[in-house]
């Protein structure tokens, strides 16, 4: 699956994006097993009112499954027009 | 709809729109542009999510589309690097009747500040930081709602 980051998920991360082997049932399921890997996946995820998250490009919930799932981006509240 | 990093003409954009109207009386357009409250601002850089970016577009779009009496819509949003006073965005919307058009035009608006992929980061004096999200525009939804 891939996962992307943008705005300053990115930067604290360190990537614009990853390809990750998961066997993550959730949202939920991914953020815990992204933040358990290293400091600063813990930081940019530490606060998960400060995230959005959108599954293969529709913004979706915490606790949306991952079966079948592509593409999953995560970032801050977003900012356009 | 477009995302495109080059400017925009305005009045060209405007004008080749309302031409393309059959029927229409009354074409809105709302043009965004980059602010600079207290001189400090160097530049504005906006990254946005190729892919989701044009699905949201249209999506909020046809939602424009299915609830008023349009007869076209157009949105254009820049991303990259941009200074003061560029041209950041456009909306322009068509109808038989002004109220439709001006309507569907804040409609357009409201929804691709907090639902479409950008974001914002202002360079000042040498630092940059990424724009906040304000409430008062997640607010803005619940009118449309």
């Known amino acids: 699956m891939d996962v992307l980051y943008f705005a300053w998920v990115r930067e604290r991360i360190g990537l614009p994006r990853e390809t990750v082997e998961t066997g993550a049932a959730t949202v939920q399921d991914l953020v815990a097993e992204l933040s358990a890997r290293e400091a600063r996946y813990e930081m940019a995820f530490s606060d998960p009112a400060a995230l959005r998250v959108a599954v293969d490009q529709k913004l979706a919930g915490w606790d949306t499954p991952l079966t079948g799932v592509r593409e999953v981006a995560f970032f801050p509240p977003m900012t356009g027009g | ?145």
């Open chain 2, 1 to 145: 709809m477009r995302v495109q990093e080059a400017p925009f003409d305005l009045g060209a954009e405007a004008s080749a729109f309302a031409a393309r109207q059959a029927g229409m009386g009354a074409v809105v357009t709302f043009t965004g542009i980059v602010r600079d409250l207290d001189g400090s601002l160097d530049h504005m850089l906006i990254e946005h999510y190729p892919g989701m970016t044009e699905k949201a577009l249209r999506g909020i779009a046809e939602e424009a589309h299915a609830r008023w009496d349009l007869g076209g819509s157009l949105v254009i949003h820049r991303h990259g690097q941009l200074g003061p006073d560029d041209m950041i965005m456009m909306v322009a919307t068509a109808s038989r009747h002004r109220k439709d058009a001006f309507e569907a035009a804040m409609f357009l608006m409201d929804y691709l500040k907090s639902r479409a992929p950008f974001w914002k980061k202002e360079v000042t004096n040498g630092a940059a930081a990424w724009v906040d999200a304000r409430d008062v525009d997640e607010e803005a939804l619940k009118d449309w709602e």
